[in-house]
């Protein structure tokens, strides 16, 4: 059975910095991977999209890695800002057409 | 510009009432999907549909239901509305397995 874990639940960076949130998942047999933000009380965005056969994906200060063998990915925030703040979730599309998401991990940007 | 639409964006209804909840997109996908967010909490799928005509229960058991009657449609109703119903719904669509884009939400406030 597929689990998603998301290092660390909780981040605090002063701005400016850079950041990395990491995404654990158990089985390999992936097909895709994605990350979300999500700010209170709001929907999820849709952040980057990295197919099984992919290694990267990158949108303005945003890159996400994925190591499939390894069950990782990484979100890299370069040059955080305060309007960072937010939940950022991944979620796993399996092989098995469900889609699992992780606890996601909730980031402050102190100005 | 949001391709899935959802409304009403918040609800406060008193128990026992009937509510429907729209989900709208334009992106011509046919999977769609309901998830039930807690604040704070993670997302559960309480719904799912393939096509039209296609209807599934998702992995938390839901006095909800819904309906496929157009593709760009997925509306869930409550028949009685209780306080344990108050949570915040998310609609989203995909073309694939994962690749989700979600809606905005609609908060539910029974009392």
């Known amino acids: 059975k597929q689990e998603v874990t998301q290092i660390p639940a909780a981040l605090s960076v002063p701005e400016g910095e850079n950041l990395v949130l990491n995404c654990s998942f158990t089985?390999?047999?992936?097909?895709?991977l994605q990350w979300f933000r999500q700010d209170p009380g709001k929907g999820l965005t849709s952040l980057l999209l990295?197919?099984?056969?992919?290694r990267e994906q990158t949108s303005g200060r945003l890159n996400a890695s994925l190591d499939k063998s390894s069950g990782r990915s990484t979100l890299y925030i370069a040059a955080s800002q305060p309007g960072d703040s937010a939940t950022y979730l991944c979620?796993?599309?399996?092989?098995?057409?469900?889609?699992?998401f992780g606890p996601g991990t909730s980031l402050s940007v102190i100005p | 510009e949001a391709d899935i639409y959802q409304t009403p964006r918040y609800l406060v209804i008193g128990t026992g009432k009937k509510i429907t909840l729209e989900c709208s997109q334009t992106?011509?996908?046919?999977?769609m999907y309901w998830y039930q967010q807690d604040p704070g909490m993670e997302l559960h799928l309480i719904h799912y549909?393939?096509?039209?005509?296609?209807?599934e229960k998702g992995d938390l058991s839901s006095e909800s239901t819904v309906s496929r009657i157009r593709t760009e449609h997925f509306p869930l109703t409550l028949e009685s509305a209780r306080p344990s119903h108050t949570s915040q719904y998310l609609c989203?669509?995909?073309?694939?397995?994962?690749?989700?884009?979600f809606g905005s939400g609609t908060r539910l406030t029974v009392v």
């Open positions: 989203a669509s995909s073309v694939q397995v994962g690749g989700y884009t």
């Open positions: 979620a796993v599309g399996t092989s098995y057409d469900k889609v699992i």
């Open positions: 990295i197919q099984s056969s992919q």
């Open positions: 089985d390999s047999a992936i097909y895709n």
């Open positions: 992106m011509g996908h046919d999977k």
């Open positions: 549909s393939y096509g039209v005509n296609s209807t």
